[in-house]
């Protein structure tokens, strides 16, 4: 299996300064910058939009259920798609098919907003639009996970550029909901979908002033099934990858019901509105984004695999804290807690994946990603609200925070073989010196092959 980092990447003297003085270093690439700042705008809009749509759809259905089945109808389209789109982002233009998704969803947005300030709008309007996003958002996410690299100039910037994309993501789930929340208090959700739609604008305009080069890692598919079962063999037939799309897939499936129930702890455990809803997400936000700015002064990706478990079982317990609190201020405490648990592990799980793939195979693997985390979630917020519709929202996250710890000991215990594996791919890369006493010795370096198709476990 080939680095996607070339050798002697990481290896850049600007990378031997202070953490905190590389935190903005991808941002030196001019497209990279032009996406960064686009995104932010629009990604504030997308956070308002999700606040409102949640408060929206439990007004008007006064049911944990309802809300789960806009959840699951939004995401669906992801678990379907997702792989498909990923064949495709290693086929075709990664910019234009995020010009045509974005503009797409600004639409949605506009026409979800007319609906609510014309007072016309109902409970299947929210799910078909839902399911309409949940589309457009199949083929944009693998395309824009894959597109990063595109986008940086230096290669060595790769790891920071997608810290940074989590603390932008975060900034703005910072201060979307607490927008929202304010503009749902005096003025209704229409007005936050309706800003939304505007805030497209922004990145649009950032991915058409972008000066891309001709793209030499096009992937030569000869056809979109064989593609699709390509990525998946290659994906899930590396231990490492596997591995951290597993992870990610059961945070997706159980630890994530948190965020899909928070409109029901945020009225009927913690006795709140919507101004209460837009903290609490608010300060999983800012957990998030200094989780992001942490990576971000990261100098290498070294010591992302230790911190994995690590992450999650913070997150895992948590949520498990969350769903026994009945005191705002300690709730948001441990909102903040949950935010930087979750979003490290996330992110960290990405950057891994991001160094390790293979170019060629990079918009696939990419988009079983995205499966992973989007993709997955339809059956999570399915599950999560039949489960609190029988049992009440705190059992339901607690059930949640147990799985998710029993996941992070599972990784930790895998974290030797995973070393092993990952250990010859950095050192051709010059990640890791061929022989480095400080994680392994000469034995450790050779015991497994790095290719999928040698690579079997016992």
Known sequence: MKAALQPGDMKDPSLQISGWKNILRALRSRNYRLFFLGQGVSLIGTWMQTLAMSWLVYRLSNSAFILGIVGFAGDLPSFILMPLAGVWADRI???????????????????????????????????????????????DMPARQSF?????????????????????????RLIGPAVAGILIAVLGEGYCFLINGFSFLAVIAALLSMQIKPH??????????QGLK????????FMPIRSLLFLVAIVSLMGMSYAVLMPVLAREVLAGGSHTFGFLMGAGGLGALIAGIHLASRKSVLGLGRLIPLSLALFSLSIIALSLSHNLGLSLV????????V????????TLIQTMVEEDKRGRTMGIYAMSFRGISPFGSLLAGSLASKIGAPHTIQIGGIFCLMAALWFYRKLPAF??????????????????????????????????EDSQEN
């Open 93 to 139: 233009n990664r910019r234009k098919i995020l010009v045509i998704t974005q503009t797409l969803a600004m639409i949605q947005a506009f026409v979800l907003a007319i609906l609510v300030l014309t007072g016309s709008v109902q409970v299947w309007h929210l799910i078909v639009l839902a399911v309409s996003l949940g589309l457009i958002n199949a083929f």
């Open 148 to 172: 990063v690299i595109e986008m940086v100039e230096d290669k060595k910037d790769l790891p920071n550029a997608i810290a940074l994309n989590s603390s932008i993501f975060n900034s703005a």
């Open 216 to 225: 030499r890692g096009r992937a030569k598919i000869g056809g979109t099934l």
């Open 230 to 237: 390509e990525g998946f063999s290659y994906a899930l037939g």
């Open 334 to 341: 441990i909102m903040l807690a949950a935010g930087f648990g």
């Open 343 to 350: 979003m490290t592990q996330i992110a960290s799980c990405n």
């Open 419 to 452: 070393r092993n594996f990952v250990r010859p791919i950095y050192a051709r890369a010059g990640i890791i010196p061929d022989l480095d006493p400080g994680i392994g010795s000469e034995r450790d370096l050779t015991i497994p092959p790095d290719r999928p």
